[in-house]
């Protein structure tokens, strides 16, 4: 199988060796450890069997602010999660420059954040505390430059679900969408996204980002490093960029060890 920084290919094995995580971070970890999806990871990615929370979950820190989004069902408190996640994206304004990155699920919280990668373990954490398997997953647009995004993956009933915290949607329509079923069926995909009407606008990008993706299992039960962190000088440098598609801080020269 195919894992770690360089799976989306060397401009991309650049741009996550310079994420904006401390290096000696969970996310940075996650990172590192990531599988792609392919023909030859996808029996081992796809098996649901293997997914169960840790009865140690109780004992984390969020496990009782996360009981107030219990539902009726799995379903019920899934989308109690994507909404709580997607107000806190909403309600944060704080400038690139200003923000932190990283820290426990629940400094996270507090803090407020519209990253996608720190919003995305908040959806996880609550979600495994509401005793339902979720992992990480990162997409990207192989098409362009510096088109990256990370969502969620839940199992509800041995059926995996994909979760987009940061948009607060979740694929359900007439059945549960896996993320590997929207990467082949972006008609779905858009009708999932519609469902916030606010999204519209971004459709385009959000179906360019269905184009590869890659798994990470992350279990909050777990001991991890927390470290935060503030955007380093490769960050900074892309938020001012023109985005047209193309790669305009050396990634495609670059050797994959380097860092800019």
């Known amino acids: ?56 979950i109780t004992s ?37 420059d200003e923000m932190l990155f990283g820290g426990t699920e629940k400094e996270i919280i507090k803090r407020g954040t519209d990253w996608c990668t720190d919003i995305s373990r908040v959806g996880c954490a609550l979600i495994q505390c509401l005793n339902i398997p979720c992992r990480i997953v990162m997409l990207v647009n192989s098409k ?13 009933e041995g059926q995996f679900l994909m979760c987009d915290f940061t948009y607060g949607v979740y694929a359900l329509l007439d059945k549960p969408y896996s993320v590997r079923s929207l990467i082949d069926d972006h008609n779905s995909l858009k009708k999932i996204y519609s469902v916030e009407n606010n999204l519209e606008q971004d459709l385009v ?36 960029l023109n985005h047209d598609g193309s790669w305009k801080l050396g990634e495609n020269t670059l050797k994959k060890s380097n860092s800019i």
């Open 1 to 56: 199988m195919k894992i770690g920084f360089d799976i989306f290919g060397k401009e991309y094995g650049v741009m996550f060796r310079n994420d904006l995580h401390d290096h000696d971070s969970i996310d940075f970890l996650l990172i590192k450890a990531m599988i792609l999806l392919d023909f030859e990871s996808e029996n081992y990615l796809y098996d649901a069997n293997k997914y169960a929370v840790d009865k140690k």
């Open 60 to 96: 984390h820190e969020l496990y009782g602010f996360a009981q107030s989004f219990k539902g009726e069902t799995a379903l019920d408190s899934i989308e109690n999660v994507a909404k709580y996640t997607r107000k806190i994206v909403n309600d944060y304004n704080l400038p690139f």
């Open 144 to 156: 362009k430059a510096y088109n990256g995004h990370t969502i969620c993956e839940a199992v509800v």
């Open 205 to 240: 990008y959000i179906e360019g980002l269905y184009d590869k993706a890659a798994f990470c299992d992350y279990d909050i039960t777990k001991t991890h490093n927390y470290s935060v962190s503030k955007p380093n000088e490769y960050y900074l440098k892309i938020m001012k």
